[in-house]
C-alpha cells in the first residue's frame, strides 16, 4: 500500500470510489494545502514536514491531464483565488501531486494544486529564480554547499511550529462525469484543525488516520488485493471508502460532500 496519506491519499480513494460508482468520470480536480491557522509575514506558511520535501513541489515540474494527454507545466504556475468552507480566500498553484492517477486513471482531464494563503507562491517562485532552491553546488569562500541545501536549513527554524502555534488542513476534491445518464458534480470539502486535547497536528489527523484506516481495511480482510495498490485501487473496492470516512469522522476529521445534477 503506497500514497496513503491525505492527498496522494484519501483524495485517491475518494476518485476510486466515484471511478467504481458512475458511468462516466470526465473530470478530476484536487485542491489541497497545510496551513499555520495563523498568518505571519513574510511567507505565512509552517511546515509539519520535512521543509525540502515543501521545496521539492515547487521545483519539480507539475504533471497532469488535459484532452487525454500528458501536459508539464512548471511548478508554482497558474495562480488562482478561490474560496473554501470555512477559511475563505486561498492561492491554487502547480504541483506534481498526481502521482499514480497519471497511469491508474484514464480520466481525459486531471490536475491538483497546491493551496497556500495568497501571496506564497510568488515568493517563492522569486526564491526558485534567484537560485535559491538550485540543486548544483556553488562555492562559497572555499566551501561547496548546493543553494537548496542552505536554503532548507535557514527555513527549517522559521516555518517549525513554535509551542501554541497549530495548523490546519484543506482539500477539495471535484469529480465530475456521468450518473444514471446525466451529468453531475461531486464536490467533497475537508478542513481540519490542529487538535488542542491531544496535541496532533491538522497534517497527522488527515494523514495518520487515512493511513490507519487502510492497515484496518487490510488486517480484516475487507480488502484483498495483491500487489502494490496505490489508494485508489482501495477506493474501487466497495465498502472501503465508507469504511474510511466513518473511521475519519470517528476521530473528529470530517468531510463535506455534495452532489449537483447539471444540465
Not at 495498490?229 to 468531510?255: H, K, M, S, W, Y
Request: contains cysteine; charged residues 25%.
Amino acid at each position: 500500500m503506497v500514497d496513503c496519506g491525505v492527498a496522494p491519499g484519501l483524495s485517491n480513494i475518494l476518485l476510486g470510489d466515484l471511478a467504481r460508482r458512475l458511468d462516466l468520470v470526465e473530470r478530476y480536480e484536487c485542491y489541497v494545502g497545510g496551513l499555520p491557522e495563523v498568518r505571519r509575514w513574510p511567507f505565512e506558511y509552517k511546515a509539519v514536514f520535512s521543509p525540502l520535501d515543501v521545496l521539492e513541489e515547487y521545483i519539480r515540474p507539475a504533471r497532469f491531464v488535459e484532452c487525454g494527454r500528458e501536459v508539464v507545466r512548471p511548478a508554482l504556475s497558474d495562480i488562482e483565488l478561490r474560496d473554501f468552507p470555512h477559511i475563505g480566500s486561498l492561492e491554487a498553484f502547480n504541483t506534481d501531486g498526481l502521482r499514480t492517477l497519471m497511469r491508474t486513471m484514464q480520466i481525459p482531464f486531471m490536475k491538483e494544486k497546491t493551496l497556500r494563503y495568497p501571496g506564497h507562491a510568488s515568493l517563492m517562485a522569486a526564491l526558485r529564480e534567484s537560485g535559491f532552491l538550485d540543486k548544483r553546488a556553488v562555492e562559497v569562500e572555499g566551501v561547496r554547499v548546493a543553494p537548496i541545501q542552505l536554503t532548507a536549513k535557514l527555513l527549517f527554524d522559521r516555518w517549525r511550529l513554535q509551542p501554541g502555534e497549530r495548523d490546519l488542513t484543506v482539500m477539495q476534491v471535484v469529480v465530475e462525469g456521468v450518473e444514471a445518464g446525466q451529468s453531475v458534480r461531486y464536490v467533497y470539502d475537508l478542513f481540519d484543525r490542529y487538535d488542542d486535547a491531544t496535541g496532533v497536528t491538522s497534517m497527522a489527523r488527515t494523514t495518520g488516520y487515512t493511513c490507519t484506516a487502510v492497515v484496518r481495511l487490510v488486517a480484516s480482510g475487507a480488502f484483498r488485493r495483491v500487489g502494490i495498490c496505490p489508494p485508489e485501487f482501495v477506493g474501487q473496492t466497495p465498502g472501503c471508502c465508507e469504511a474510511i470516512l466513518n473511521d475519519l469522522a470517528a476521530r473528529g476529521v470530517r468531510l463535506e460532500g455534495q452532489v449537483v445534477v447539471r444540465a
